[in-house]
C-alpha cells in the first residue's frame, strides 16, 4: 500500500500472531554481569581504536561487529555478541543512547556481560546498575513471548565511543535434534522514538560458528556483498566463519522491495528438506485436531444446513467469525503448537494457529480437505527460503482444489473480514503447508491489480440557488477495501476521519453525508456513499455552470506518487506490489433543459509500462458523463531505471484536466417554454410557434410532428396548414406540401 494512504491506515494495529513478543516488565531486571567473570571475545577498545580511522562525513560506525556461536551435541547453543560504534552526530546520540535487543523468552535466555562509554575526553564510563531490564516491546494487550533486553548508556555525546557484549543461550529446542539461526552481519539498531531503524557503515564484522564436527550445516552464500567464508577442523569440532570489511550504510527508503538481496542476513540450519519442518509442524497440530460433544453438535448442525462444499467452507468462516475472538495465547506454548480445537471453541478466542486447527477440525469433519499452512507475511519481507528453518510469523488455512472447489487460502484471524480472510500480507508469500506429503515451499498466489480497486461513482445531481450538489458512492476491493473497512471498525473518529478523507477529493466541498456499507458484511465488500455540496459556485438559472475533475484527485488520496524521491535520492530499487486500479465514473448533470455543453478541456490518455490510462467524455440522457480507468502496474525497476518511472508518473500527475461548461441557451430557453405551452393548453397557435422555432433550428422531422399537431387541434386554421407545408417541404415530401399549401389558400391564408 501506498505511503498516503498508510498514513490513514496507521488507525489500524495490524498484528500477526506467530512473532516472538513481549509480557509486562520482569520484577528483577536483568543486569551486566561482573566484569571478572566475562571474557571479552575482542581485543580491548583501545585496540580496536588504534586500527580504526573514522569517516567525519558519518553520523555513526560501527567499528566492530562479532558473535561467538557454539552448538553442542543436543544442538542447544550459546552466542556471544560484541558491537563498538563511533558516535558522530547529535542524531546517532538519540538514536545509540538506549539499545534495545531482541529474544525469545520461550526458548532462550539473555544476559548483558557489559556496556561501556569511551567519552571524547577519553574516559571510560561503564553502564549504571539500574539501566538496564527485561520490557515488553510495546504496550499491547496480547500474551507473547517476544522480549525486549533494553538497556541505556551514560555519557553519550559526539565523539564517544560505545560498547556492549551481551550473552543468548537457549534454554529449550524448537525443532528437536535441529538448529537453525539467522544473522545480519550488519548492525540493526532503532531509532529515537520508535521512528524506524538505521543500519550504518560497519568497519569490521566476523561471526564463526563452532559444531561437532559430523554436523552438517547448511547456510547462504553472502560473497556476493564481500562476506568471506572458510571452513576449518579442530578436533571434534569444525569451525565456520563468515567475516567481512567496509560493509556500507544501508539506506532503507519507501517502496523498497521485501526480498532480502539487498541484505546481509546469514541464515544457517542443519536441516536439508523443508518437508522436515512440514513433519514438525503436523507433529505439533495433528495431536490438537479433536473434538468434544459441543463441537460435534456445532459440527452436525452446520452440516444440515451447509449442504455444498462452498457452502460448508462458508459456514466454517462465519463459524469462527462470530464465535473465537483473535487474540494472542503463546503462555506456556512458544509460537508453534495450538491448543485443542475444542478447546478453542469452549474458550471463545485463540490465536491465529489455534483459530487454524479448529477451522482444520471442522471442515475435515465436513468432508473437506484442508491443512494448516504456516506463511511468512509481508512484514516479514521473504527471506532467502533456500535454507530451512522455522521463520514463519503467521498459520492459516489452504484448502486444495477438490471437487466443487477451487484452491482457497483462508485466514480467519481478522475481525469480520471479507470472506476468506486473504489480506494483501499474505499475496506472493512463502507459505509451507502442514502436512506429512509436504516436500517444498509454495508461494500464496498474488491478485491481479483489478482486484485492488478504488472506484469513485460521481453524479451531479441537485441545483439550489447558487449551490450544487453531488451524491457519491466509493466502492472498495482488495487492500483498499481491507484497510478501510479496518479503519471503520477501529477508529474512535470513524465519522471525521472519513469525512476527511473523501473530503480530499474535492476540497473546495462539504461533505455532507458520509455511511459506510458492509462494515461487518462477511460476504459483501466495504464501500462508501454520501454526498458533496458545493457552494456559491453558480450565479443563477439564466448563468453557465463549470465542472472540473482530475484523475489526481483520486491519485492524491490512494498512492504516495507525490512523495516519491527524486531520482538523485534514490538508492533502493523500488517496487510496486501489488498493482491497482483506480477509477471514476461522473455524471456532470445538466443544470436545467436550457444549458447546453462545452468541454473546454478533457484528460490525457497513457499507456507504458508503468500504468495505464484510459479517458472517456460522452453526452448522456441530457448530462455529460466522463468514465476514468488509471492501472498501475506491479512494477520492479533498479535505481538507475528509476529516473524513467518518475518522470512518467510528473506526466501523469501534471496532465491536463477535465472542465466543461454548461452555457444558458435562450433558444433552447424559448424551445422548452413553447413545448410547455403546447401541451398544457393544447391550441394551434402554440404548435404553429413551436414548428417555426423548429424550422429555424433546422430539427425538420420535429417540427413536422409540431405542424400536424397544429392541423389536428384546428383543422380550419389555414397558418396551421402553411407551416404544415413548410414542415413537408424541409423533409422533402413535396407532394403533400403543395396539398398543404393549396389548403391553407383555400382557407384564406395569403400565401
Not at 603 to 608: L, S
Amino acid at each position: 500500500m501506498t505511503k498516503s494512504i498508510a498514513v490513514l491506515f496507521a488507525l489500524i494495529v495490524a498484528t500477526t500472531c506467530l512473532q516472538v513478543s513481549a509480557e509486562a516488565p520482569l520484577p528483577n531486571p536483568v543486569s551486566a554481569t561482573t566484569a571478572k567473570n566475562v571474557v571479552r571475545i575482542t581485543p580491548p577498545l583501545a585496540n580496536l581504536l588504534k586500527q580504526f580511522k573514522h569517516d567525519p562525513n558519518a553520523e555513526a560506525e560501527i567499528i566492530s561487529r562479532k558473535t561467538e556461536i557454539t552448538i553442542d551435541e543436543n544442538f542447544l547453543s550459546h552466542s556471544v555478541s560484541y558491537v563498538a560504534i563511533y558516535i558522530n552526530s547529535d542524531e546517532a546520540v538519540r538514536d545509540y543512547s538506549q539499545i534495545s535487543i531482541s529474544f525469545n523468552s520461550f526458548y532462550e535466555d539473555i544476559n548483558l556481560e557489559f556496556a561501556n562509554v569511551r567519552t571524547p575526553e577519553g574516559d571510560m564510563d561503564s553502564i549504571k546498575p539500574d539501566a538496564t531490564q527485561i520490557q515488553s516491546p510495546s504496550d499491547e494487550n496480547f500474551y507473547q513471548d517476544r522480549k525486549d533486553l533494553l538497556f541505556s548508556l551514560p555519557n553519550v555525546r559526539k565523539g564517544s565511543v560505545i560498547e556492549f557484549q551481551y550473552r543468548y543461550t537457549d534454554t529449550k529446542k524448537i525443532v528437536p535434534n535441529q538448529w537453525f539461526d539467522s544473522f545480519s552481519m550488519n548492525w540493526w539498531e532503532g531509532r529515537a522514538a520508535g521512528q524506524g531503524s538505521r543500519s550504518d557503515a560497519i568497519s569490521n564484522t566476523e561471526l564463526s560458528i563452532t559444531a561437532p564436527k559430523n554436523v552438517v550445516l547448511f547456510s547462504n552464500d553472502l560473497n556476493n556483498i564481500g562476506i568471506n567464508y572458510s571452513r576449518q577442523e579442530k578436533g571434534n569440532q569444525q569451525i565456520l566463519s563468515w567475516k567481512g570489511k567496509n560493509l556500507p550504510k544501508i539506506v532503507l527508503q519507501d517502496s523498497m522491495p521485501r526480498d532480502d538481496r539487498r541484505s546481509t542476513q546469514l541464515r544457517a540450519s542443519t536441516m536439508g528438506s523443508w518437508q522436515d519442518i512440514a513433519k514438525w509442524a503436523n507433529q505439533l497440530s495433528a495431536p490438537h485436531v479433536v473434538t468434544d460433544a459441543n463441537l460435534e453438535k456445532l459440527i452436525a448442525d452446520l452440516s444440515k444446513k451447509a449442504t455444498t462444499p462452498d457452502a460448508k467452507v462458508k459456514a466454517v468462516y462465519q463459524t469462527l467469525q462470530e464465535k473465537v475472538r483473535y487474540v494472542f495465547a503463546h503462555v506456556g506454548r512458544g509460537g508453534y503448537e495450538p491448543h485443542n480445537a475444542f478447546e478453542v471453541l469452549t474458550n471463545g478466542y485463540g490465536d491465529c494457529k489455534d483459530q487454524t486447527i479448529l477451522a482444520v477440525t471442522m471442515l475435515r469433519k465436513l468432508g473437506i480437505k484442508a491443512d494448516p499452512a504456516l506463511v511468512i507475511t509481508r512484514s516479514r519481507g521473504i527471506p532467502d527460503m533456500k535454507i530451512t528453518s522455522v521463520s514463519f510469523d503467521h498459520m492459516i488455512v489452504h484448502i486444495p482444489a477438490q471437487a466443487g472447489l477451487e484452491e482457497i487460502w483462508m485466514d480467519t484471524s481478522g475481525d469480520k473480514g471479507l470472506f476468506p480472510g486473504f489480506s494483501v500480507g499474505l499475496e506472493g508469500q512463502p507459505s509451507l503447508i502442514v502436512n506429512d506429503a509436504t516436500e517444498n515451499i509454495v508461494t500464496i498466489p498474488a491478485l491481479t491489480n483489478d482486484k485492488h480497486f478504488a472506484h469513485l461513482d460521481l453524479v451531479f445531481d441537485k441545483f439550489e440557488g447558487k449551490n450544487t450538489e453531488g451524491s457519491f458512492t466509493l466502492k472498495l476491493g482488495g487492500e483498499f477495501e481491507q484497510r478501510l473497512r479496518g479503519i471503520w471498525q477501529y477508529s474512535r473518529e470513524r465519522d471525521k476521519s472519513f469525512r476527511e478523507m473523501v473530503g480530499h477529493i474535492y476540497s473546495s466541498a462539504e461533505v455532507t453525508k458520509v455511511t459506510a456499507n458492509n462494515a461487518d458484511s462477511l460476504w459483501q465488500s466495504f464501500n462508501l456513499n454520501g454526498q458533496y455540496k458545493f457552494n456559491n459556485v453558480w450565479s443563477g438559472p439564466k448563468e453557465p455552470l463549470t465542472y472540473g475533475f482530475n484523475i489526481t484527485q483520486l491519485i492524491n488520496l490512494f498512492t504516495d506518487f507525490r512523495g516519491l524521491d527524486k531520482p538523485k535520492d534514490r538508492i533502493q530499487e523500488y517496487e510496486v506490489d501489488p498493482g491497482f486500479t483506480i477509477s471514476t465514473h461522473i455524471v456532470f448533470g445538466r443544470p436545467s433543459a436550457n444549458h447546453v455543453v462545452n468541454v473546454a478541456s478533457q484528460g490525457q490518455n497513457f499507456d507504458n509500462e508503468f500504468f495505464s490510462l484510459s479517458q472517456k467524455g460522452r453526452e448522456e440522457n441530457g448530462n455529460y458523463v466522463v468514465d476514468i480507468k488509471l492501472i498501475v502496474k506491479a512494477t520492479r525497476i533498479s535505481a538507475q531505471e528509476y529516473a524513467r518511472y518518475y518522470e512518467q508518473i510528473h506526466q501523469l500527475l501534471e496532465a491536463s484536466e477535465w472542465t466543461l461548461v454548461y452555457s444558458y441557451d435562450k433558444n433552447a430557453a424559448d424551445l422548452a417554454s413553447l413545448k410547455e405551452a403546447a401541451a398544457k393548453t393544447g391550441k394551434a397557435e402554440s404548435f404553429i410557434a413551436l414548428a417555426k422555432l423548429q424550422i429555424k433550428n433546422g430539427t425538420y422531422d420535429k417540427a413536422l410532428e409540431a405542424a400536424k399537431q397544429a392541423v389536428k387541434s384546428e383543422p380550419k386554421n389555414a397558418e396551421a396548414y402553411y407551416v404544415l407545408g413548410l414542415a413537408q417541404g424541409y423533409n422533402n415530401l413535396l407532394y403533400d406540401s403543395e396539398k398543404s399549401f393549396a389548403k391553407a389558400e383555400e382557407l384564406g391564408f395569403d400565401l
